[in-house]
């Protein structure tokens, strides 16, 4: 594993994020007392972009979204989603793949993570703006 910037536990205890200095955001499947690797998310070449925090989004039960007057790519996850504020200006969410929703397992690192939503921040004096703490209000 390369050096780690950021770690996140999901707020079901099974699952870990890690934040690493290639780039990359490792998803590993924490139960039963062991690491295996389910997903990576790959931010950028290797060393251009590193998760320097990280944050866990739970689903929320929503009645009815087709009667809502708000866009479809504005409605509350059906999975749990990753947030990850990054040394490029920018603060990313990723959703899960349905499988993690679930709880299963999968016993591939090919587990797809989509990124849905970027923010980027302002820049001052031509500085990057890093983003060093994320949280997810309830």
């Given at each position: 594993l390369p050096p780690i910037f950021s770690l996140a536990a999901s707020r079901t205890s099974s699952h870990l994020a890690i934040g690493c200095?290639?780039?990359?955001?490792?998803?590993?499947?924490?139960m039963d007392d062991?690491?295996?690797?389910i997903a990576r998310i790959e931010l950028g070449g290797p060393g251009k972009?590193?998760?320097?925090s990280l944050a866990w989004?739970?689903?929320?039960?929503?009645?009815?979204?087709t009667s809502s007057s708000l866009p479809a790519h504005f409605a509350t996850p059906a999975s749990p989603y990753l947030i990850a504020?990054?040394?490029?200006?920018?603060?990313?969410?990723?959703?899960?793949?349905s499988?993690?929703?679930t709880g299963s397992s999968t016993n591939s690192s090919a587990t797809v993570w989509r990124m849905l939503h970027?923010?980027?921040?302002?820049?001052?004096?031509g500085e990057q703006t890093v983003v060093w703490a994320v949280t997810v209000l309830k």
């Open positions: 200095e290639d780039s990359t955001i490792r998803i590993l499947n924490i062991e690491l295996e690797l972009v590193r998760a320097l989004g739970m689903p929320i039960e929503v009645p009815d979204v504020g990054c040394s490029n200006s920018t603060i990313l969410r990723f959703d899960s793949p499988s993690l929703a970027r923010m980027t921040l302002d820049r001052l004096k």
